[in-house]
C-alpha cells in the first residue's frame, strides 16, 4: 500500500531539499518520488543531505510537468500553505487526508504534491489535484521549510497506515529476556525461605510472608537473568550468616 504512496516535488529550487526530502520519506516507509523540472539534479547535495535515503533519490523519476507526474493517480492532493479560491475539496487536518489517501492507495496509485519552495503551487498546478491540504501551524509564522512539509505529511501518513488492522506493523522493541520457568522460580523461593529463616528475618516457615513475597516477584516478572542475579545476591548473604 505505501508503495502506491508517491511524493511529487514541484520546480524545487535547492537541490539539498530534495535529499531532506527523500530522508523524510524513507523514515516513513515511503519510496516513490517524482520531480518535476526540478531547478538542479542530479546534484552531490541531494546525496549528501539524504543521509542513507539515496536510493530514493538515484532512482526518483525526473518529468516535465505535473499533468505527466500524477497522470495515473486515483486522488492527488496538492500541499499549500495559502487557500486558493478554487472549489477543491479541501482536508482541513491532515490525519482525515491520510486515512483517505492510504485507502485509496490500497487499490491505485495516488500522489501528494508539494510545491516550489517561494510560492508554493500555481493556480494551474492546483488544477491537476483532487483536494487540498494545509498543515495547521502558527497563525503569525506558519512557514515550514519544504522537508519539513514532507516529514509532518508522511509521518500522518505512515501514522494512518499502521493503524489499519492488516497493515501487520509491530513497533521495533527490545528483545525480551526469556522469563524463568516455575521450576527455577520455585528454587528462587525456597532459596529465600531459607535465608530469611537463617537471618532471623523470621523464625519459622510463614505462610503470610511468603505468600506475599511470592505475589511480590509475580508482579516484577523478573528474567532469567534478574532471577540468577537475585539468587547470587541470597547466596552472597548465606555466606555471611553464621551457621545453624
Same mark, same amino acid.
Given at each position: !500500500?505505501?508503495?502506491?504512496? %508517491?511524493?511529487?516535488?514541484? +520546480?524545487?529550487?535547492?537541490?539539498?531539499?530534495?535529499?531532506?526530502?527523500?530522508?523524510? !520519506?524513507?523514515? !516513513?516507509?515511503?519510496?516513490?518520488?517524482? #520531480?518535476?523540472?526540478?531547478?538542479?539534479?542530479? *546534484?552531490?547535495?541531494? @546525496?549528501?543531505?539524504?543521509?542513507?535515503?539515496?536510493?530514493?533519490? *538515484?532512482?526518483?523519476?525526473?518529468?516535465? /510537468?505535473?499533468?505527466?507526474?500524477?497522470?495515473?493517480?486515483?486522488?492527488?492532493?496538492?500541499?499549500?500553505? %495559502?487557500?486558493? @479560491?478554487?472549489?477543491?475539496?479541501?482536508?482541513? &487536518?491532515?490525519? &482525515?487526508?491520510?486515512?483517505?489517501?492510504?485507502?485509496? $492507495?490500497?487499490?491505485?496509485?495516488?500522489?501528494?504534491?508539494?510545491?516550489?519552495?517561494?510560492?508554493?503551487?500555481?493556480?494551474?498546478?492546483? %488544477?491537476?489535484?483532487?483536494?487540498?491540504?494545509?498543515?495547521?501551524?502558527?497563525? *503569525?509564522?506558519?512557514?515550514?521549510?519544504? /522537508?519539513?512539509?514532507? +516529514?509532518?505529511?508522511?509521518?500522518? #501518513?505512515?501514522?494512518?497506515?499502521?493503524?489499519?488492522?492488516?497493515?501487520?506493523?509491530?513497533?521495533?522493541?527490545? @528483545? +525480551?529476556?526469556? +522469563?524463568?520457568?516455575?521450576?527455577?522460580?520455585?528454587?528462587?523461593?525456597?532459596?529465600?525461605?531459607?535465608? !530469611?529463616? %537463617?537471618?532471623?528475618?523470621?523464625?519459622?516457615?510463614?505462610?503470610?510472608?511468603?505468600?506475599? #513475597?511470592?505475589? #511480590?516477584?509475580?508482579? $516484577?516478572?523478573?528474567?532469567?537473568? &534478574?532471577?540468577?542475579?537475585?539468587?547470587?545476591?541470597?547466596? @552472597?548473604?548465606?555466606?555471611?550468616?553464621?551457621?545453624?
Amino acid at each position: !500500500m505505501l508503495s502506491n504512496i %508517491r511524493i511529487v516535488l514541484v +520546480q524545487t529550487y535547492h537541490p539539498g531539499n530534495i535529499g531532506a526530502s527523500a530522508r523524510a !520519506m524513507k523514515t !516513513m516507509g515511503l519510496s516513490d518520488l517524482v #520531480l518535476v523540472t526540478p531547478r538542479q539534479f542530479p *546534484d552531490p547535495e541531494a @546525496s549528501r543531505l539524504a543521509a542513507g535515503a539515496e536510493d530514493l533519490v *538515484d532512482t526518483a523519476r525526473v518529468v516535465g /510537468s505535473l499533468a505527466e507526474a500524477v497522470s495515473d493517480c486515483v486522488q492527488v492532493v496538492g500541499a499549500s500553505a %495559502r487557500l486558493r @479560491s478554487l472549489p477543491l475539496p479541501h482536508f482541513d &487536518e491532515p490525519d &482525515e487526508m491520510a486515512r483517505d489517501l492510504v485507502e485509496h $492507495a490500497a487499490d491505485d496509485p495516488v500522489a501528494l504534491v508539494f510545491g516550489r519552495e517561494r510560492f508554493g503551487l500555481t493556480n494551474d498546478e492546483i %488544477r491537476c489535484c483532487s483536494h487540498q491540504v494545509s498543515i495547521p501551524a502558527n497563525p *503569525d509564522y506558519g512557514i515550514l521549510n519544504l /522537508s519539513q512539509a514532507v +516529514q509532518v505529511l508522511a509521518h500522518e #501518513l505512515f501514522t494512518a497506515w499502521r493503524r489499519r488492522p492488516a497493515s501487520g506493523y509491530r513497533p521495533p522493541r527490545p @528483545s +525480551q529476556e526469556r +522469563q524463568p520457568t516455575r521450576e527455577q522460580l520455585g528454587h528462587f523461593h525456597e532459596h529465600l525461605s531459607r535465608v !530469611m529463616q %537463617r537471618s532471623g528475618f523470621i523464625n519459622q516457615p510463614h505462610a503470610r510472608t511468603e505468600a506475599q #513475597l511470592e505475589a #511480590l516477584f509475580a508482579r $516484577a516478572q523478573p528474567s532469567r537473568k &534478574e532471577l540468577s542475579l537475585l539468587r547470587g545476591l541470597l547466596a @552472597s548473604l548465606e555466606d555471611h550468616l553464621p551457621d545453624s
